[in-house]
Structures are given as C-alpha cells and as structure tokens.
C-alpha cells in the first residue's frame, strides 16, 4: 500500500517562530492534503496541493510531486497553530481511477508556546 | 466547507450490540468516505462510496458495513460492536473530479 511519512512527529515552537514540517510518500500522487487538526478535534482543510506551490496567510505549501514529498511552511507561529498536522495522499489505482482515497500519515503534533 | 453532519456526535454502547452512524452532506458531492482515527494510527480508511449504491471496502473494513441510498446519507454499520471498534469515527465527502475531501466533526464512540 501507500506509505505516507510524515516529519517531525513532534515540534515545540515559541510563538513567533517558524517551521517546515516534511511528507514523504511512495507512490505517484493525484491527491495530497494538508490538514490541521485543532485541540477539539476539528479537521481543517489547509491546502489541497497535488503539486506546485500555494499560500494562504502566514502558511504555504509546496509539493514536488517527481521527488514524492511536500513542504508546509508555517510563518509567525501563534498559539491557534497548535494541534496537529497531517498529510493525506491519494494514489492512481491500475485502473486509472482511485475514487479520491487517503492515506494518512501518522501526523506532527506542532505545540506553540506564549 | 462541504456541510457535513455526523450522528450522534457520541455514543456508549456494550459489546455486542449493533451500531448505526449516520453522515449527511448538503453539497451534493459523489463520493462519501468512512475513515476510524486511533492513537499511533493516524486515520484510516474504513470504506468509500463513489455513487448511490455503489461502495467498496477501505483499509480496515472488517466488522463494518455500509449503505448508501441516497446521495445525501451515508450509514456505517457495525453489526456486533467490539471493544476493538472503540474510536472516533469522521465522515468525509469530495466532488467528482476534483478529490479534495472535506470532512465532518466526528463521533466518538466507546465500546464497554
């Protein structure tokens, strides 16, 4: 199956400062996503970025869809930003369809301190 | 987002009885996915549907069945609850052609 690997799996910031959390994945991708899950539990949709480069805000995402990995970048961290981060991929079945399937990975638990 | 609903948002119940979750979308999408969230997990997929009727088994789809009469509803059965099926369970739907799911709040649910 698809191997989604996500890093780092934990991350301690000072408010204000700023990171790059990594994806790595094993297959040829027509879906990736980046979510945000807040302390309630809530899944956020980020970016939908199966390739290229996008912003919103003080985050952006690039996805080098050849090499199988994408970047989230987050600017000015704030104290909202914490929870956790997953990426999602979908692969091509041999058929040429996947019907949109994820698989997860395991996430990076992003903790922002005052 | 995608105006999705999932029922009940929590749940209690005894090994051995059976189980209905309901999600509900307003947004017309085709596809309606299933996915359980478990710690050291991540989210994983349970079962899909692609159309009305038309379903198919994800990654972890033993003691699970679905249904999907209409476009707007999308039912997750587990017929004999286990303590094994403990977890939060989130609905997600995505528009043909472009995949980008969007998903509901969730429902927690505990198996005694």
């Known amino acids: 199956g698809i191997q989604v690997e996500q890093s780092p799996p934990d991350l301690i910031l000072q408010e204000g400062a700023n990171s790059t959390l990594r994806c790595n994945f094993s297959v040829s991708v027509n879906n990736l996503q980046w979510f945000h899950q807040n302390p309630w539990g809530q899944l956020i949709n980020l970016f939908y970025i199966p390739s290229g480069t996008k912003q919103n805000g003080r985050l952006s995402a690039t996805t080098v869809a050849t090499e199988r990995y994408s970047l989230l970048y987050i600017s000015s961290s704030q104290t909202t930003d914490s929870g956790v981060y997953f990426c999602?991929?979908?692969?091509?079945?041999?058929?040429?369809?996947?019907?949109?399937?994820?698989?997860f990975g395991q996430g990076t638990i992003l903790t922002v301190h005052p | 987002d995608a105006g999705i609903t999932q029922s009940p948002r929590h749940k209690v119940t005894e090994t051995g009885t059976p189980v209905t979750l309901r999600c509900h979308q307003t947004?017309?999408?085709?596809?309606m996915y299933w996915y359980r969230q478990d710690p050291g997990h991540g989210l994983r997929l349970i079962h899909y549907s692609y159309g009305v009727k038309d379903t198919d088994k994800g990654e972890v789809s033993d003691g699970y069945s679905v249904s999907r009469s209409k476009t707007e509803d999308f039912l997750l059965t587990l017929e004999s609850a286990t303590s094994s099926q403990t977890s939060v369970y989130f609905c997600a739907t995505a528009r043909q052609g472009i995949y980008e799911q969007f998903f509901g709040p969730g429902t927690r649910l505990t198996v005694l």
């Open positions: 947004e017309n999408h085709r596809y």
């Open positions: 999602a991929v979908g692969g091509m079945n041999a058929g040429g369809t996947s019907y949109g399937k994820l698989t």
